[in-house]
């Protein structure tokens, strides 16, 4: 990345957060639906009547109001850029990993003034057009405010005026609607609406909030939850609190006789889960694809005659290995059969393959597989919880896998255990999506199916591998035959 002193372009009124909070196309697509898309909604929920003088309806002073509130916005993030970060990474907690300063200290006057020319610009075309100035400038003040506020913030008061602060962001539906119940348009307006309307939007931003407001505190670690909550991603965790609480408001809507309400909540509700699933299922289908390019010159989940159910031997990988200098083999002998001293047994026999082969171990976690790839030595995990056991494993091996996934669907009724396989699923690498030995049942393809999924929708980017899970020399495909399809069971008996 250039140096933040030949950074000048983001001196540039919104520049600086499409620069440092944007700087990815997929965050900017993920900021339009997430965030934008159901403010909209909010916007058109009493329908353009209400918005009288408005010319385009509630679209044009929104996206101006919207610009205004950026030029503020980004004046608490040269704050925090330049200020609170250096607080919290001496403190050795998580911060972003972009350019702490991106814009050099001499140019920190210029970029605070032209935000505030263009921002004072704006506010002056809002109220010569729509009026409302004195409710702008509070909003836009307000939002200043806390912004300083939070950056002087110590601890968990920051997750607070965090809080407090996303709460100001989701609000500028709601500034502009309010902005158009000028005395002169306000004749059409049927006051019950307006203020279920607004109680509605509280509702809704108080806990979509919340669910971002959490999400900061546990990445932070400002807040202590469960491993398999605190990593979840950024945006899902609000997403799913969004989606249920409008779900909710849509139900009561609906039994309090706003029928119209209960429509566009309705909507607002399917807006965050679609955008949610349809999120997560690119991230899948993309992951999926690398996986099964993967497994076209890899060989994932695979054992030797270390264990005791094994009969492959060094022999038979190299013949393997030797008909496509492409190949590579992902070795995961059972761990119940070794310990340290057989770890260091076996990494020196297959020393003489390279670094084609890649030697690890399969570890029993809870009832399930747990596959270590580039295994540094050895652990027992055995008499281990399933936090414990993964972070552990997760200390000594490169990359770890979830093995064939499936499970008795009477276990999902205990909290506990459904606990222990979200820990799984949030501390592992990736997932194995396929397995030979595990097509015979319908439920384990969907279960093990099912499972990448979820990982990619609740904690981001999964690794995805094909395994083979190769116990016999049968068990290796043939030269030229292998086909990295779902519909290749190769079920032997």
């Known amino acids: 990345m250039a140096d933040p002193s030949d950074r000048s372009v983001l001196l540039l009124p919104f520049a600086y957060w499409l620069g440092t909070r944007l700087r990815k ?38 996206l101006i109001g919207f610009a205004a509130m950026i030029c503020t916005y980004e004046l608490g993030y040269i704050a925090n850029d330049h200020w609170a970060q250096q607080r919290e990474r001496a403190a050795g907690l998580a911060v972003r990993k972009a350019d702490p300063r991106p814009v050099a200290p001499q140019g920190l006057l210029a970029a605070v003034g032209l935000r505030l020319l263009v921002g004072a610009a704006l506010l002056a075309v809002l109220h010569s057009v729509w009026g409302g100035l004195g409710l702008w400038l ?32 989701l609000a500028l539906p709601l ?7 000028a005395p002169a348009g306000a004749s059409n307006v049927t006051w019950e609406a307006v203020w279920y309307a607004v109680w509605a939007w509280a509702l809704y931003g108080t806990l979509f909030s919340a ?19 605190s990593r979840t991603g950024g945006i899902e965790l609000p997403m799913l609190i969004a989606a249920l609480s409008a779900l909710l408001m849509a139900l009561g809507a609906s039994l309090a006789g706003h029928s119209g309400f209960a429509g566009w909540i309705t909507i607002l509700a399917l807006w965050h889960v679609l955008y949610w699933v349809g999120w997560a299922s690119l991230r899948f289908g993309v992951e999926l694809r690398t996986g099964l390019r993967r497994a076209r010159t890899v060989l994932s989940h695979c054992h030797t ?3 005791h159910d094994g009969s492959i031997t060094l022999a038979h990988y190299r013949a393997w290995l030797d008909a496509d200098p492409a190949r590579h083999v992902f070795l995961t002998d059972h761990a119940e059969d070794f310990d340290a001293a057989t770890l260091a047994r076996l990494k020196q026999d297959y020393q003489a393959l390279g670094h084609r082969v890649t030697v690890g171990l399969e570890f029993p ?14 652990v027992d995990t055995r008499d281990l919880s399933a936090e414990d056991a993964m972070l552990s494993i997760r200390d000594r091996a490169k990359v770890v896998l979830w093995a064939h996934p499936r499970f008795a669907l009477r276990g999902l009724l205990q909290p506990a255990y459904v606990a222990d396989l979200l820990t799984l699923l949030a501390l592992s690498n990736g997932i194995e999506f396929f397995n030979p030995k595990n097509v015979r049942r319908k439920r384990y393809r969907i279960m093990m199916l099912g499972m990448a999924w979820l990982g990619c929708a609740l904690y981001g980017r999964k690794l995805l591998y094909l395994g083979v899970d190769a116990h016999a020399p049968h068990d290796l495909p043939l030269p030229g035959s292998w086909q990295p399809k779902l519909s290749d069971a190769r079920v032997r008996a």
């Not at 836009?140 to 962001?169: D, E, K, P, Q, W």
Request: hydrophobic residues 50%; contains cysteine; aromatic residues 16%.
């Open 211 to 229: 669910g971002f407001a959490l999400t900061y505190g546990m990445k932070k670690g400002y807040l202590r939850a469960p491993l398999f909550l």
């Open 138 to 169: 509070g909003y836009l003040a307000a939002l200043l405010a806390v912004f300083m506020l939070h950056n002087l913030a110590l601890g968990r008061s920051r997750v607070a005026t965090f809080f407090v602060l996303y709460g100001l962001r």
């Open 305 to 307: 005659d270390y264990s």
């Open 25 to 62: 196309p997929g965050e900017r697509v993920q900021y339009v639906f997430a965030v934008l898309g159901p403010q909209l909604i909010w916007l058109l929920m009493l329908g353009p009547d209400q918005y009288q003088g408005y010319g385009l309806g509630p679209v044009l002073p929104s």
């Open 175 to 181: 500034v502009v609607f309010c902005t158009a119940l």
């Open 365 to 378: 976690v809870i009832d399930q597989h747990i596959l270590a790839y580039d295994l540094r030595e050895y």
